[in-house]
């Protein structure tokens, strides 16, 4: 069947409930899923980010009920998302959203997640709000790029701000072959491409160029909007970690302290997706380190496409865990 | 040792609580325990000692957080590092 958005897979394989203020969705892990072969080689794990794009693919299914056939749901904020079990395969992932309208906009719907496992133990909790488009809403989608072709223009204040998104003309100072070094990741889920600026212990420039050729542009319908197109908000987060890794690993092995483990991504707080990336854009990560503590390091940071800020991360926790059973995804 | 309680600084604990464990504050009583009855974890231990560290501006040891598994747990090891007073 074909999408009318791109993902990274078919999140939902089953639906129960949906009614006005809640819908209950299902997922089975399955190793052969796409872009699961990379995360990671010798055993698989769902990504924590494909957990938010269950719940994301659970609201859309929901607007589509009760916000007509064309409706479409796009991830603006998260509050809060949070991963407390692993998911392997053979698990069931039971979704289950409550969805609230705001008394401000009528566009904007607010959903609590809460997310179990087929043994009934929580996997992840999420607060998130989503902006719901009517099929013939004029409101346009984050970061839509105007009929006329041109990028649309800075917020007053300016979302440019000088030196934050640099033009980098100068050779990056880990190439893919070093960032592969780093990271546990591979393809198609090692979302970083190169790094172009690395302070141990403070900040991390990231890139990540967005193609059309990529898993999660497979199996799209034809003549979709260019909104259609946005880089999935999960992936988004997920390349935004993996930078936030490398820096951490990299600080780790700077101060002669390693880290060893499997990563987990313990849970991403006060984020604002304002934008998006289309194909042909790259995604610049901006990571600081806020904090280290043991085994755990708190970041945050913001995203840059094409010279424009499109989302800000309040927070980011990853961790590493000795054993898988302990482990969050 | 249990101290004397700052309802203030209480409520201010209670609300850091509640938003890393998703919560309502008013779920969060000063002896619910985080894991029994909230659904808490190491990762969100960490987030809460990261988050209370970061208001007070104080640090308190990792070796800490088996001690702080209540509200009235955590406010009686915060006000052991802050130096609070009764």
């Known amino acids: ?329 | 040792m249990s101290q004397a309680v700052n309802a203030d600084h209480l409520d201010e604990l209670r609300e850091i609580v509640a938003e890393v464990l998703e919560v309502e504050p008013e779920e969060i009583t000063e002896t619910s325990s985080f894991v029994e009855e909230h659904e808490a974890d190491s990762l969100r231990a960490i987030e809460i000692l990261a988050r209370i560290e970061k208001k007070y501006g104080i640090d308190i040891p990792q070796s800490e957080l088996p001690n702080m598994g209540n509200l009235r747990a955590v406010h009686d090891v915060v006000a052991q590092h802050a130096g609070w007073q009764a």
């Open chain 1, 1 to 329: 069947m074909s999408r009318r958005f791109a993902a990274p897979l078919t999140a939902v394989d089953r639906v129960g409930t949906c009614t006005a203020t809640r819908v209950e969705a299902v997922k089975e892990i399955v190793a052969d899923d796409p872009y699961l072969a990379g995360h990671y080689p010798d055993f698989t794990i769902y990504p924590g980010v494909f957990t938010l794009e269950s719940v994301h693919q659970a609201v859309r299914l929901w607007a589509r009920e009760h916000r007509g056939g064309g409706a479409t749901a796009d991830l603006v904020r998260i509050d809060s998302l949070s991963f407390a079990a692993p998911l392997l395969p053979g698990d069931t992932l039971h979704i289950g959203c409550d969805v609230a309208g705001d008394a401000d906009d009528p566009h904007l719907v607010r959903v609590r997640a809460r997310c179990t496992r087929g043994d009934g133990t929580l996997a992840a909790r999420a607060t998130l709000g989503l902006r719901i488009r009517e099929e013939g809403d004029s409101a346009p989608a984050p970061g839509a790029v105007p009929a006329s072709g041109t990028a649309p223009a800075p917020a007053p204040g300016g979302t440019r701000a000088p030196g934050a998104a640099p033009v980098l003309d100068h050779a990056p100072v880990l190439d893919h072959a070093a960032v592969r070094r780093v990271l546990p990741h591979r393809h198609p889920v090692l979302l970083v491409d190169e790094v172009a600026e690395l302070v141990p212990g403070e900040h991390v420039v990231a890139t990540k160029a967005v193609a059309g050729s990529e898993p999660c542009y497979a199996d799209l319908a034809e003549d979709l909007p260019g909104s259609a197109y946005a880089y999935p908000a999960s992936l988004l987060v997920e390349s935004f970690g993996q930078s936030g890794a490398v820096l951490w690993l990299r600080t780790a092995e700077a101060a002669g302290t390693p880290v060893r483990g499997t990563l987990v991504f313990g849970s991403a707080r006060d984020v604002s997706i304002t934008g998006s990336a289309r194909p042909g854009q790259v995604l610049r990560h901006v990571v600081r380190i806020d904090r280290t503590i043991g085994d755990n390091v708190l970041m945050e940071g913001e995203i840059w496409a094409g010279g424009e800020r499109i989302a800000t991360v309040g927070s980011v926790l990853a961790a590493v865990r000795g054993g898988l059973s302990a482990a969050a995804p």
